[in-house]
């Protein structure tokens, strides 16, 4: 797409789950829109997170109401529009005697059913755990009650991915591997200079609206040369996972209390893995380098051999992640106390919009994606037509009804029988009903080119290249999939080798990404 010339109703600086989401409400109203983001997309907070569409219970402690019922109400419209990478999870929460009480747990729950307007989800239910399944990986005897309810898993990367994709689709120009080094006004435009990082060529767009929505480097977007003394800060909070093999057979998560008030979930995770997490500590330094330290891998497993009968040490872990969360900083003296919530800043710098945007979950992408257009109603010419489109249309993939995704395994094992099951369930919970475009017309796995692994097929990178943005291994692997928990470190270079083979002079393939297809 040429630059030269265009003015784009609104440019984005990041390629999270905040800044696709505006770019995508944005494209479908009718705007211009040019996002750039200095790594991959969802390389940041968004592909770190513990994987959860959820209202956020304990988040109830904080009288944080608002930000629950408006988590809970977008819990089941994002399983709607993408049930393909979204799915129902049960949790189980065991009463540990001395911490919260019964009725505290009971009135939370009860709170937690009925203010979010749940119509799909089943309801809390409460638990035998000397009797039931889900109480037999737990320490025998310690644990009698329980309550079981209801929240959504989502595989955060892909959500970010294919939620560019919508945009792209919807004529979005999405730049992953570009990075802002410099904003300016001029002539009531924002002229911002990117850089691809590939090749270091540098060019400049000019937009009529430049949203920051840099996530952990919100506050250095500022520093770009935007002219702005805001007066929201944001807080870096640290929330470390570890995977660990699979520690019980029953399909269901459980949330477990500890004395220091934290909880920590453990859920089943890419069918035979179980994910850990999370920590919640103040961050200082680079959101580029933040890492799972010892400590947090200690409490991590500490903190789960509280309940379960079989203890979990930091020679299990298989994986480590961690991300930092870019809050609005409310002045909560703790880091596990410090909101949720999403906030904006808008301002006009030589009287051209410029809107931040700090905090926020993964949950609540869609709706403050709308926010932050209601915001900028007066400077954008499409803000006020299919306002609410995006809770009505599903991403890529996502045109199923909600339990349609064994339905659709089926139909690929049928329509390309030299799939195995694992296989098919792998590609529809990942694509959707847009499997059979990687797929296309092969009649045998021989068909489908170089096997990488872990059923990771050339076909398969070769659509994640031109339809995904994707570039190298880690992209592939780890963002696209979570193949990196099943292939050797030989296949991972086998595969990153390949890729360097493929690409164009200048680094990773042309651009006919960003167009409709």
């Known amino acids: 797409m040429a630059l030269v010339g265009k003015v784009f109703d609104l440019a984005i600086i990041g390629g999270g789950v905040n800044g696709c989401g505006i770019a995508r409400d944005a494209a479908g109203r009718g705007n211009s829109v040019f996002l750039c983001e200095m790594n991959d997309l969802a390389s940041g907070t968004s592909s770190v997170s513990t994987k959860l569409v959820h209202g956020g219970l304990r988040y109830l402690e904080y009288y944080e109401f608002h930000l629950v019922r408006e988590a809970l109400i977008e819990r089941e419209i994002l399983w709607r529009i993408a049930p393909h990478i979204i799915r129902p999870l049960r949790f189980v929460l065991p009463h540990h005697a001395g911490l919260r009480p019964t009725w505290m747990l009971r009135f939370g729950l009860f709170l937690y059913d009925h203010i979010g307007g749940r119509k799909l989800l089943p309801p809390t239910r409460s638990v035998d755990l000397s009797r039931d399944e889900v109480g037999k990986p737990l320490v025998a005897g310690r644990y009698r009650k329980g309550f079981e309810y209801s929240d959504c898993f989502v595989d955060d990367a892909r959500l ?32 911002v200079t990117i850089e691809d990082t590939l090749s270091g060529e540098r060019n400049t767009i000019s937009a009529r609206v430049l949203v920051n929505a840099g996530g952990p480097w919100v506050e250095q977007v500022l520093t770009l040369g935007a002219g702005v003394n805001t007066r929201a800060r944001v807080r870096l909070v640290q929330g470390s996972h570890i995977v660990v093999r699979k520690l019980y057979d029953h399909d269901r998560a459980y949330i477990f209390q500890n ?13 035979d893995f179980t994910l850990i997490g999370t920590t919640d500590r103040d961050y200082d330094g680079d959101p580029a380098k933040v890492k799972a330290s010892d400590d947090e891998i200690a409490y991590l497993c500490a903190s789960v051999s509280e309940y379960l009968a079989k203890p979990v040490t930091p020679q299990d872990v298989v994986w480590t992640y961690a991300g930092v969360r870019p809050l609005y900083d409310d002045g909560a003296s703790e880091a596990k106390a410090a909101t949720r919530e999403y906030a904006f800043e808008l301002d006009t710098p030589g009287g051209v919009p410029l809107l931040s945007v700090y905090g926020g979950k993964i949950t609540t992408y869609r709706r403050l994606a709308e926010e932050a257009l209601e915001k900028l109603s007066s400077y954008l010419k499409g803000t006020s037509a299919r306002e609410g489109w995006t809770a009505k249309t599903p991403l890529p993939g996502g045109d199923m009804e909600v339990s349609a995704v064994a339905a659709l395994t089926a139909e690929l094992m049928r329509g390309y029988p030299f799939l195995t099951k694992a296989h098919a369930s792998r590609l529809a919970h990942a694509y959707g009903t847009r499997a059979a475009k990687l797929l296309g017309a092969a009649k045998s796995m021989a068909d489908l080119g170089r096997d990488f692994g872990a059923t990771l097929t050339e076909s398969e990178v070769r659509y994640l290249i031109s339809h995904e943005w994707a570039c190298t291994a880690a992209d592939i692997v780890w963002r696209r999939s979570k193949l990196g928990l099943r292939m050797s470190a030989s296949d991972i270079v086998v595969l990153d080798d390949w890729l360097t083979a493929q690409r164009m002079p200048s680094g990773c393939p042309p651009r006919e990404m960003g167009a409709r297809s």
């Open 259 to 271: 004395s220091d008030g934290r909880i920590v979930f453990a859920i089943p995770y890419q069918d």
């Open 160 to 191: 970010v991915v294919l939620t560019a994709r919508d945009a792209a689709d919807r004529g979005a120009d999405i730049r992953p591997r570009t990075r802002a080094v410099e904003t300016r006004q001029a002539d009531g435009l924002w002229y």
